[in-house]
């Protein structure tokens, strides 16, 4: 099976390509730069169309992922970019193309959140650049995946981010402690490549239980957590002065989002990677 990958230099892109190699596909990556494995197919996603010729299916990873920017670079990739991959597909591929949990309504949210939480009022140019993504792609018979906070070795995005929290050897997060779904590159992965099959739509996509925040942070980090009070915390995020606490960060830390992922489950998917926490 001749498989395409998009956003194969990137952190998800990467760890989905190898895997498809791994599991005998002939791969091909296509992107501005080359994936780790298989044939580079140059493809600037805000520019033009990919070469699609000879896929047998095309996971589509490649977006431009970010808290802050300006509208119109995201939209470049993630709205218009897909719209070009799918008109190259033309429905006679089948499409993963990859979303994001950011898509849905801003929390908090007190039960899990499935599928069909409606996916509007993001707040940031990500969120809803990925949403109006999704929207072409569901409209043209794609699956869409949903994980929530990716996590892996050579993540670019989540660890970064969170180290920015830890003052003199403690992790400092706007209290109280919530419950959150999480998502290992490796689940991530081994959804992309079996989702070809499952019926087109959107999937939610994470570990195979939700961590408490504070847990997960400390072993990922391996420090202790302390809490601010939200309040404040929220007003420094409006201040811009801490650049690691935006307003995106404090939904993300605060609003306690747990995905159900029943309907992944159904099509016999199952995550086997996931958080050591004690
Ligand atoms: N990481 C997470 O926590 C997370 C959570 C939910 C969903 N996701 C989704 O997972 C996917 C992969 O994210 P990631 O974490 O792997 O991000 P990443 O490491 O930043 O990778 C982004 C990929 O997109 C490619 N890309 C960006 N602009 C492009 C353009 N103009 N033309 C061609 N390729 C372009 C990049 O390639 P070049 O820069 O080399 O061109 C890179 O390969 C995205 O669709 C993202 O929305 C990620």
Redesign the pocket.
């Known amino acids: 099976m001749r498989i395409a990958v998009?956003?194969?230099?990137?952190?998800?892109?990467?760890v989905v390509a190898r895997l498809a190699a791994e599991s005998g596909a002939d791969v091909v990556c296509l992107?501005?730069?080359p994936g780790p494995v298989g044939e580079h197919v140059f493809?600037?996603?805000?520019?033009g169309t990919p070469d699609l010729a000879g896929a047998d299916v095309v996971l589509h990873?490649?977006?431009?992922?970010g808290d802050s920017g300006p509208e119109q670079e995201f939209a470049?990739?993630n709205v218009d970019?897909t719209r070009r991959l799918l008109e190259a597909v033309a429905g006679t591929t089948p499409v993963v193309w990859?979303?994001?949990?950011?898509v849905y309504r801003p929390g908090p949210y007190p039960a899990p959140v499935a599928e069909d939480h409606p996916t509007d009022g993001q707040r940031t140019a990500?969120g809803r650049t990925?949403a109006a993504g999704e929207r072409l792609a569901l409209a043209a018979g794609a699956v869409v995946l949903r994980?929530?906070?990716?996590?892996g070795e050579g993540?670019?995005?989540?660890l970064p981010r969170l180290r920015r929290v830890v003052k003199a050897g403690q992790a400092w997060l706007p209290g109280p402690d919530v419950p959150l779904s999480l998502?290992a590159v490796e689940n991530?992965a081994s959804a992309c490549l079996a989702a070809h099959r499952w019926p087109p739509g959107a999937y939610n996509i994470a570990d195979a239980t939700p961590y408490s925040r504070d847990a997960a942070v400390a072993a990922v980090l391996g420090v202790p957590v302390r809490h601010v009070p939200v309040r404040a915390a929220r007003t420094v995020a409006r201040t811009g002065l801490v650049p690691a606490l935006t307003p995106y960060a404090m939904d993300q830390l605060t609003d306690g989002l747990v995905l159900d992922t029943a309907r992944a489950h159904a099509q016999g998917w199952a995550p086997g990677a996931g958080l050591t926490t004690s």
């Open positions: 998009t956003g194969a230099s990137g952190f998800c892109g990467g992107g501005r730069r493809w600037d996603a805000a520019a990873l490649a977006a431009a992922v470049a990739v970019g990859v979303s994001s949990a950011s990500y990925k994980p929530r906070a990716v996590y993540d670019p995005h989540l998502t991530l």
